[in-house]
């Protein structure tokens, strides 16, 4: 048995009874927040031309809808991340389509949610000391739109086998010029999507695939990992759940930025209506997570009419934005507010800076690759120096000593940030934060579902759907189909 179609097999045969009531809750809890996503993304100018070239959200061609729903919650980074990789925009988008589709009901739509989130999560992981990772990671949407359809269809292991193996038998890698600088960001789940619904049909026709093609010496992970982790595919099937690291977006912009947004609005609190010119600088200290996403996207950030894709991971604007406005929403990145002088005037005096107790703190957390680099042991040393230089290697040993593997059940995402501001008058004012709000740790355990609530109604409004989604498992094929019209299309 090869380690696809050990997965394959468990997966296959997953059922509702078998997820742990905590790992349910969480994936109803994204369903609602990846829908919130979905949302923004269509009442977005570029989402609407999206549909104009591929259709509605929700229609008669279930394949069209499913890769339509990937693309609309993906391109603003409202989307879900975890342990290892963004999954909801396959995990849940190909679920929610193809359960609204063949009429499944709720227990059938959060039971293919959990299998696509655990396959997609485990491949992602076995590749994640590697060239790819966050959204760049499109593979992840491979497993995730195989896994979501096939459970939902009911498809044997064998089934599920030859697709997966079929779909990676041609993984994508997106060209980071295209992904910061147009609209090809779109695509960008868009596509893998596609092709693994495409594996479906070519699997269910009869095509084969290689089971061995993950661990194979002319593989998968031969080609898209430094450092690969087979063992991540098949290790704790049924008691070690990837889905129990989930991270959930509150606002638009990329991963490395969440926290020192969070510690900008509560320092807007604290300084009421911020006169730019009272401001001498903003320094925002940070691991070097959130300065490797920052340094790939600043070339491409010059002012108002940056491109998207670059913006969004970009720190200085949103930081900037969110300490003069108190928020931080999808109209701050179009115009007219993202063209306001004084937004980038404040984002001019924002000066980034490492670190290295922060590093420390994201290596010792699970996601986003702190559990691959204790699984690696000594082998991730030169990934890590390619990452972020010695400096990084000797950070992410000491943060390791004496820690050993996760069963997940206490997952965190520490990557945090401490943003100070300094006043002409003398004053600093700091806020630190090591998890950002709604990633993974205690508070999000405790408060997912108030948290997704919270996210939809302020992306959304109109209204709340919360209190259906709450019993979402319970709900009949019928009612299933009039929450996801209501939650994504309104």
């Not at 992840?140 to 044997?156: I, Y």
């Amino acid at each position: 048995m090869t380690a696809l179609t050990g997965l394959c097999e468990w997966a296959a045969g997953l059922e509702y009874e078998a997820i742990p009531e905590r790992v349910r809750r969480l994936a109803t809890s994204q369903v609602l927040s990846q829908a919130a996503a979905i949302r923004a993304g269509l009442d977005h100018p570029l989402g609407q031309r999206l549909v104009k070239a591929f259709g509605p959200p929700l229609q008669a061609d279930v394949r069209q809808s499913a890769a339509v729903l990937a693309a609309l919650g993906s391109w603003s980074n409202l989307d879900d991340t975890a342990y290892a990789g963004h999954l909801s925009n396959s995990t849940v988008a190909v679920p929610l389509a193809f359960a609204h589709g063949l009429g499944l009901d709720g227990a059938r739509l959060i039971t293919a949610v959990v299998a696509a989130n655990e396959c997609a999560a485990r491949m992602t992981a076995a590749a994640t000391l590697g060239p790819l990772r966050g959204q760049s990671a499109v593979h992840t949407h491979l497993a995730g739109a195989v896994s979501g359809r096939s459970h939902c269809e009911g498809a044997d292991a064998a089934h599920w086998t030859d697709a997966l193996a079929l779909a990676f038998a041609m993984p994508h890698r997106p060209l980071m010029r295209a992904f910061l600088a147009s609209d090809a960001r779109l695509l960008n789940s868009f596509t893998p999507v596609r092709a693994g619904l495409d594996a479906c049909d070519a699997a269910a026709a009869g095509l084969r695939g290689a089971p061995d093609l993950m661990e194979h010496p002319d593989g998968f992970l031969a080609v898209f990992s430094d450092v690969p982790l087979v063992g991540a595919l098949t290790d704790g099937l049924g008691s070690r759940w990837y889905t129990e690291t989930l991270s959930f977006k509150m606002r638009p912009g990329g991963p490395g930025i969440d926290a020192a947004v969070d510690c900008a609005l509560e320092l807007h609190q604290d300084l009421g209506r911020v006169d730019v010119d009272s401001v001498t600088e903003v320094v925002v200290e940070a691991s070097l997570y959130t300065l490797f996403a920052g340094r790939t996207a600043e070339r491409y950030v010059t002012g108002p009419d940056a491109p998207l894709g670059a913006l969004v991971l970009h720190t200085p604007y949103p930081v900037a934005t969110a300490l003069l406005t108190g928020r931080l929403g999808m109209a701050d990145f179009e115009r007219p507010l993202l063209a306001e002088p004084d937004r980038w005037r404040l984002a001019d005096r924002v000066r980034v800076v490492h670190d290295p107790e922060l590093t420390r703190a994201l290596f010792r957390s699970q996601a986003p690759f702190g559990e691959a680099v204790r699984t690696a042991g000594d082998a991730a040393g030169p990934w890590l120096r390619a990452f972020g230089g010695p400096e990084t290697e000797l950070l992410a040993r000491q943060a390791n000593e004496g820690l050993g593997p996760s069963d997940f059940s206490r997952a965190t995402k520490t990557t945090g940030a401490r943003v100070s501001v300094r006043l002409r008058d003398g004053r600093l004012l700091t806020r630190e934060r090591l998890i950002p709000l709604g990633a993974a740790g205690p508070h999000t355990r405790e408060h997912h579902a108030e948290l997704v609530r919270q996210k939809f109604t302020a992306l959304c409004g109109g209204v709340d759907p919360a209190p259906a989604a709450e019993g979402l498992a319970a709900m009949d094929a019928a009612q299933l189909r009039q929450w996801t019209a209501q939650v994504l299309v309104g």
